[in-house]
Every structure is written in C-alpha cells, then in structure tokens.
C-alpha cells in the first residue's frame, strides 16, 4: 500500500488488526471504574485508602492513574519514581516468598508452578523500551477533532521508558509445552479484578516479550508490578500486564474485557457488527509520535531557546523528527539517542529556537524507519485511541 495515500481510517484499520496501535482504558475517569478512587476511604477510617506506593506529587493524577510531566525527564531512561502509572485498581502488596506463577491451560501440555526464584534461575533477557497507555494524548481529542472523548483525560505522559530484564514468555512456556493447536496466550494479573490481557501465541514467542523481574536494575517497584510483569515491546500498555499470577495457553481465540469493549476503535466508523463480539475494532500495536517536553501551554523568554522532547515507534528505530513553527516549513531536527541496537526505546531530539514575543504555535512530527509518519489531522473514536496528529502545542512568549 502506498503509505502517502493511505487515509488514517485505513492506518486505524491495520492498526486495529496488528499491523500498527499503543492503550490504556476508557471507562469513566478511572479508565474501567477501577476500585479505589482519590476519593475513597480507608476501611474503619476517614483517611483516603493508598492507590500508589510512589509519592504522587510529581505527577498529574487521574483517578488510579498518575501522569509524567515530560518536562521533568532529562534522558533516555525514566527513572522509576517519574514513570507514569496505569492502575486498574489500587497498587496490590505481594508477599515474594509466597508467590506463585501458574503456568497452563487447555494449549499447555501441563500445568507448572513456578517460585520467584524459579523464574529467576531461567536464562535472563535485557531490553530498553517504551511503554505507553492508548489513551496517552485522549484529552487533546476536543481540541483536534471538536469531540471530547470518554475516559481520563491524558496529556502527553502516559509514556516512559525504562530497562527490563527477566526471562522470555516463551521461556517460561516451554516449561509447561505449548501445544500444536495453541492459539492465543493469556496473561492474568494479580491486582482487583484480575486485569487479564491476550496475544496470539506467536507474539507471546517473539524473544522480546519477556516477564520482567527488574526495572532500571532494581526490582520492579510494587507500582510497577512488583514481583513480576509482563513487557511486550510495541504493543498497547495495557498487554505489558502487572502483578503477573497465571499465563494460560488457550486452543481458541480469547475474549475478554480489553479486547472486548476497553481496548477497541468504537464509534461511527467502528461498526460493532463487524467486529463481533468485540464492541470495535480491537487495536494491539502502537502509533508513531513525538511530544515536545514542554508543559502544556509552555511559557517561554523571549531570544533562541533549545528545546527537546522524546520520539518513537512501535515499529522500530525514529528515522528523523521535523519541527515547525505557526504552521510555517518543517525543519529537521537533531536526534539524541537513535539507535538500531535498541529497537524498542523511544529516542531524544532537540532543535533550537529563535522565540519572537507573542503566542505561538509548536508542531512536531515523526517517520519512523518504516516510513510512517504523523498526520495533521486526527480520526476521532468514542474511548480516545491512538490519537497521534503532529500536536499543536502553544507557546506564550514574554
């Protein structure tokens, strides 16, 4: 298909399908009606039960949801009390020295267990990469497409970038046999409401889906799945699953909720009928973006400011970033951190600036190795998808 002609119903569509898409629910301002609200109190007490074990104060909070401010970020690597929180429920506590790992299923030719230090005895894969909420940007949905969309209302953070290191999911499955007639892989989380997410058995074999037991060297931090998640490089947060208990191979193809009627294109051009029994179009990988690490509107003085922001694909390396001042000519901008040898991270760049007094508009835009690039204008859907325009970003110089 010829990538300049392709409308971005027709990216949608083989996004939806796993050509190309990145997620995190829609639901209220919970995203999915998650227990344990800002608001809720603590058993037998007045005080607001804990959601997150991190300090919260250095994010934008949406419900069990804590938002990056990308301007707060300086390199490659999020540090861990800076990367962003998708909870579905308030943080669970787990006891490592209790913990098991279920490993089976009708596409498992047995059921095994595995301890902590099982998991951790079994050879050991490290990769840099993204992970981002498909809802990262839905708040910018009114501003681009004149239609607000359901769910918390991201800004630009829900994205960050880290080290994981732990065995590959195919390890772990060769320990329990995955059978001829498997189908989908199903990873099955720990937290209330057991956030469950399935992947075709192939992308549960790629060598880059891994379980991962450390995040930036550290064990992962409670917040961040604590003792164990999943990390599926390119592919919608919500697959990455957190406080992994049970991995179940199945014969048949999967449905649940966030292939169902949370991580799905819904609306006018989603039929649901088309796409039964899911409610739209199920969407699985990311979309090519980039972000300014401004706040958003940014305030500015006046003369040559440098300014940078964070680029990326699911689809591999950033080929180049542009950036573009009111709607004038796009001018290349320089690339921090591109690199082959990471496949699955997010790059750097920066461009300087000469800012003029006055309001401005700021754009940037992205082509990734595959030669996609971001759009100007944005499809609108009902949860607040993938949007992934070149974002007009205002800028107030004084």
């Known amino acids: 298909m010829d990538r300049a002609a392709m409308n971005r119903r027709e990216a949608l569509a083989l996004m939806a399908a796993g050509v190309g898409a990145a997620a995190c629910g829609p639901d209220g301002s919970t995203e999915g009606g998650a227990a344990g609200g800002s608001g809720d109190a603590a058993a037998g007490g007045g005080d607001p039960a804990p959601i997150w074990v991190k300090d919260s104060a250095p994010f934008v909070q949406h419900g069990t949801n804590l938002e990056t401010r990308l301007a707060d970020l300086q390199g490659l690597i999020t540090p861990n009390d800076l990367f962003f929180v998708r909870n579905h429920a308030p943080t669970p506590v787990i006891d490592p020295v209790s913990y098991v790992l279920t490993v089976g299923g009708p596409g498992a030719v047995r059921e095994v267990q595995l301890t902590l230090d099982d998991l951790r005895a079994l050879p050991s894969q490290t990769l840099i990469a993204y992970i981002e909420c498909a809802g990262n940007w839905r708040g910018f949905f009114q501003s681009i497409t004149g239609r607000t969309a359901s769910g918390s209302q991201w800004g630009t953070g829900a994205i960050g970038c880290a080290e994981w290191t732990g065995p590959s999911l195919a390890d772990v499955l060769a320990l329990a046999g995955v059978r001829d007639d498997a189908v989908d892989v199903n990873v099955i989380g720990l937290d209330d409401g057991a956030w469950e997410r399935p992947m075709p058995v192939a992308k549960a074999l790629d060598p ?95 003369g040559t400011q440098r300014l940078r922001g964070f680029a990326y694909s699911p689809r591999g390396p950033v080929a180049r970033v542009e950036w573009s001042a009111n709607d004038g000519p796009w001018t290349t901008a320089r690339l921090i951190g591109a690199s082959a040898d990471m496949p699955h991270a997010w790059s750097r760049f920066e461009f300087e600036w000469d800012a003029a007094p006055g309001e401005h508009v700021l754009r940037t835009r992205t082509t990734d190795a595959a030669g996609d690039t971001q759009p100007l204008e944005g499809v609108y859907n009902e949860k607040g998808y993938l949007l992934n325009v070149a974002l007009p970003h205002p800028v107030r110089v004084g």
């Open 208 to 302: 880059a889906t891994i379980l991962a037991l450390t995040m930036n060297g550290v064990p992962l931090p409670p917040d961040h799945g604590f003792p164990v998640r999943a990390v599926v490089p390119g592919w919608v947060g919500s697959s990455s699953v957190k406080w992994v208990g049970r991995v179940e191979v199945a014969t048949e193809k999967v449905w649940v909720r966030a292939n169902t009627s949370s991580y799905v294109l819904a609306g006018e051009e989603w039929p649901a009928d088309q796409y039964a029994p899911a409610d739209g179009a199920p969407i699985t990988t990311g979309m090519v973006k980039s972000a300014l690490a401004l706040p958003y509107p940014a305030e500015l003085t006046a």
